[in-house]
């Protein structure tokens, strides 16, 4: 069982909608949590941190539950470019730290 | 500010060739270094991190090496590179261990690798 687990996706919506990513993670350590976007042939780059409150960013809104290992993120009112990879990221207190990436969810936003 | 450059780009190169990859990261010391591969349509591949000069562990065996020579300079390095190698090398940094949220990564551009 992988440490991260994204829906795969390639989740395809028209301009407008809402979307949601989902995210599980096994390790129990798991201390900090965050969503990293990554456009084609870029590098990641962080989206937004995400916190047992819950917080919003705009038309972006993270959660966490930390009892159910869960990590969501939100889109509302999808824009063209929002098309892009999104990878759930957790940071885990084995000794050191550890940052795990989920594999990632594709996401396609067409007019 | 911090910044992290990371070169070349783009390369291409045959089979049995060497290679070098350097990432260079400013406005930050002692930042915890990584080197990550992603192959096409896959995720993220921890090859390499450095916790300081000289202090290299690896995440997966192949015939890939890391050198940290100095505080915020990361190379990546192969002797003979081979078809599998292909891929986008993304150095990333990030600061020491402090507690929460405090290895948050920051990525280079990323170093596109073409082997033929």
């Known amino acids: 069982r992988k440490e991260v687990e994204q829906d795969p996706g390639p989740f395809n919506v028209p301009e407008g909608a809402t979307v949601a990513f989902n995210c599980t993670y096994s390790?129990?350590?798991?201390?900090?949590f965050f969503w990293y976007r990554q456009d084609c042939r870029k590098e990641p780059k962080l989206l937004m941190s995400v916190y047992s409150s819950g917080n919003e960013d705009g038309r972006f809104t993270a959660q966490l539950n930390r009892a159910s290992q869960y990590i969501s993120l939100l889109i509302r009112d999808s824009k063209l470019s929002d098309s892009a990879t999104y990878l759930c990221v957790v940071i885990a207190r084995t000794g050191g730290f550890k940052t795990i990436f989920g594999a990632g969810t594709r996401l396609f936003v067409k007019a | 500010s911090q910044t992290i450059h990371q070169w070349p780009a783009t390369l291409v190169q045959p089979v049995g060739s060497p290679l070098s990859l350097e990432c260079t990261v400013e406005?930050?010391?002692?930042?915890?270094l990584y080197w990550y591969r992603q192959a096409a349509g896959r995720g993220l591949q921890l090859l390499f991190y450095?916790?300081?000069?000289?202090?290299i562990s690896s995440e997966v065996p192949q015939n890939l090496s890391a050198s940290r020579p100095q505080d915020r300079q990361f190379i990546l390095s192969s002797k003979k590179l081979l078809l599998s190698d292909s891929g986008f090398y993304l150095c990333?940094?990030?600061?020491?261990?402090?507690?929460?949220?405090?290895?948050?990564?920051?990525f280079g551009a990323g170093s596109r690798l073409t082997v033929l």
């Open positions: 990333a940094w990030s600061a020491r261990d402090r507690g929460y949220g405090a290895n948050v990564l920051t």
């Open positions: 406005g930050t010391s002692n930042p915890n």
């Open positions: 450095s916790v300081g000069i000289g202090q």
């Open positions: 390790n129990s350590a798991s201390q900090s």
